[in-house]
């Protein structure tokens, strides 16, 4: 089952300079600080269906976006890739050590796992 709250907020996090201040507000409130739509309503003094239209069309453009461009896809299947990157890094570097004790591969998986590391901050 999928979590659509997590995959709006992760969006957000790639794609919302895209929206405007106030859509950006709407949806922090709303997926963020878990405000309802009555809650917003009366902290910014809008009806409540205003709340909700504004929520709405955030979420469209925030899909947009990721439909035409695929940034949230793409960095999710890097960090899976890092992440077995790493752990492929570790396995050889055990191997090394329980077996071989060779200082080249152990310098090189370690330069691998760093790299790695590096490239999933």
């Known amino acids: 089952m999928r979590n659509v709250s997590l995959e709006l907020t992760i969006l957000f996090d790639f794609y919302g300079d895209i929206l405007t201040e106030k859509q950006r507000e709407l949806f922090d409130l709303y997926y ?13 003094g809008i009806t409540r269906q205003g709340v909700r239209d504004g929520i709405v069309r ?3 453009i925030l899909r947009k976006f990721e439909d035409k461009l695929g940034l949230a896809e793409k960095y999710g299947k890097l960090s899976e890739n890092v992440r ?6 570790e396995r050889i570097q055990l191997i090394n050590d ?9 310098t090189c998986t370690t ?9 999933d901050d």
């Open 58 to 60: 955030s979420e469209e």
């Open 98 to 106: 329980t077996n071989y004790r060779n200082q080249e591969l152990d």
């Open 32 to 44: 963020n600080e878990d405000l309802s739509l009555a809650e917003i309503a009366e902290h910014l």
């Open 111 to 119: 330069s691998i796992i760093e790299l790695a590391k590096a490239l």
């Open 84 to 89: 077995k990157i790493t752990e492929a890094a």
